[in-house]
């Protein structure tokens, strides 16, 4: 067997140690005797010295060591001024010349420029490859890589989804047990997308089937695939599926995948479209692999209608499972998730907190409970109570209270009567949902003050009886301003906004006027989980345009004439009410049954 020798540090000593003898040695044999100025004088007269060589500030030379022997000394000394010696030598004064060291300026007029030359040499080619390096990288996908070890996000951390997650359960079983789908013949959905508005959980979800499988996560957003420079977009989308298949089974995730999947033939400006390309590699890749590899592709978006049909067919992202708002039991679990992380009073109801928060997605119920424990901090408390709670809810919907913004007397009367006109009408009408808080604390941009009006259950579907006394709601505030003070104000702005989208809707949407008929006339181009876009622009003639505007005008007459009506029998409630809300700025739903 070969026997492996290691190196020490003693044989660096050794021979270090060696070196220095060596050189100490050759000192010896060719040393120079260093002698003081006087000395060299004094030998010079003896006839001692052989031979000098003078130089500017030094003389060097050789001298008899003895006259018998005839034997030579190297000598060295450092010369003195003239005048000066030849006065010493007159006294027994040994001197000697000395000469001004002048290494260290020597060493940093040579060490400096060339440590400012490597300095700047090094920031260059740092530079340099730091650029090489970024542009050779344009190809390589940006993904963040989320190994096994890394994902602790699990089904438990996520709530108010059930049906999502229990479609994506085989998801889970196939990348932990594949066998039991290819025995049967069965394939698992190359592509899974995740459709739901903003804020529901699409992204914690697809992080959630990761985690419960355990395999590598690919996480990348749809726009880092787009680049200025063309191919890019493709390079990435290549590089991405390639790195994917080595690390199978994983998760490719791509979130919004909106901009990225558009759907082709809509480029404004023309010509070559980056976007189009990367959205065709992206097609070709996923034709491309086999599902039994184990490489299955998530994607979220928040709108599928503008998504390509090609991406959409079967055999790429051919499952789509909704994420839609949570239910009020969905709500009560998703609190329930987000208390835990939080400490809370004892006296904390989860199912009244869910309720009070209709429409709310999962990132607004984390903010919610966020915001209940800044304000528990705020107030010196141990635990988050109810009261933080609902001082969060409306922190939430209606803004922040401004308690400083001035407010005089005639505009703080007006705002109260318009509030309690609100509260009266919706308490007066049946269906109404229930008034739980009034106040007249200014909040927000623009709100001078505001009625809480919070359901008993979630809805989802509304007869034409509540829509109309909805609109008598909120007119309600405009009629109690006509009633009392005999003019009308600008506070009612929102209200009028709102109440005529509800009369627009019932006309051209849901077909709800006698006159027209039973016929959808809206054109509507909005987004389908984004509450943006136009709502006009229906295809119908201008004579039932005409007639829409006359049918929309008589409702919204019809309500505010039911409105003031009400206020006008219960005039002596209003004025009560308004007294009262002056007086304490907010009323609570207890105080306004009192009241009635």
Known sequence: ????????????????????????????????????????????????????????NQIQGRMKVDEKSGELKAFRTIR??????????????????????????DLLSWVLPILLFIGIWFFIMKRFSSQQAGFLSLGKNKAKIYMEDELSIRFQDVAGVDEAEQELVEVIDFLKNPKKFTELGGKIPKGILLVGPPGTGKTLL??????????????????????????????????????????????IFIDELDALGKARGFNPTGGHDEREQTLNQLLVEMD????????????????????????????????????????????????????????????????????????????????????????????????????????????IIAGLEKKNRLINEEERKIVAYHEMGHALVALSLPGADPVQKISIIPRGIAALGYTMQVPTEDRFLMRKTELLNKIASLLGGRAAEQLVFGDISTGAHNDLS??????????????????????????????????????????????????????IKAIIDRQYAVALAILREKRDRLDRGAALLLEKEKIDGAEIKALL
């Open 206 to 251: 697809a992080k959630a089937v990761a985690g419960e499988s355990g395999v590598p996560f690919f996480s990348m957003s749809g726009s880092e695939f787009v680049e200025m420079f063309v191919g890019m977009g493709a390079a990435r989308v290549r590089d991405l599926f390639e790195q994917a298949k080595q690390k199978a089974p994983c998760i």
């Open 1 to 56: 067997m070969e026997k492996k020798h290691r190196f020490s540090l003693w044989y660096v000593l050794i021979g270090i140690w060696l070196v220095l003898i060596v050189q100490s040695y050759i000192a010896a044999l060719f040393s120079v005797q260093v002698i003081p100025y006087s000395q060299f004088l004094t030998q010079l007269k003896n006839g001692r010295i052989t031979e000098i060589a003078v130089s500017a």
């Open 498 to 551: 709102r109440a005529t989208d509800i009369a627009k809707s019932m006309v051209k949407e849901y077909g709800m006027s006698d006159k027209l008929g039973q016929v959808y006339l809206a054109h509507d181009q909005r987004q389908r989980f984004l509450d943006v876009g136009p709502r006009d622009g229906g295809d119908y003639s201008p004579e039932t345009a005409r007639d829409i505007d006359a049918e």
């Open 288 to 395: 491309g692999f086999d599902p039994k590899v184990g490489v299955i592709l998530l994607a979220a978006t928040n709108r599928p209608e503008i998504l390509d049909p090609a991406l959409l067919r079967a055999g790429r992202f051919d499952r789509h499972i909704l994420v839609d708002r949570p239910d009020k039991k969905g709500r009560e679990d998703i609190l329930k998730v987000h208390l835990r992380k939080v400490r809370v009073d004892a006296d904390i109801d989860v199912g009244v907190l869910a309720g009070m928060t209709p429409g709310m997605v999962g990132a607004d119920l984390a903010n919610l409970v966020n915001e209940a424990a800044l304000l528990a901090v705020r107030h010196g408390k141990e635990a988050v109570e109810m009261k933080e709670f609902e001082e969060a809810v409306e922190r």
């Open 80 to 105: 003195v001024d003239q005048e000066l010696s030849a006065m010493l030598t007159q006294y027994p004064v040994v001197f000697k010349g000395e000469i001004e060291s002048t290494f260290l300026r």
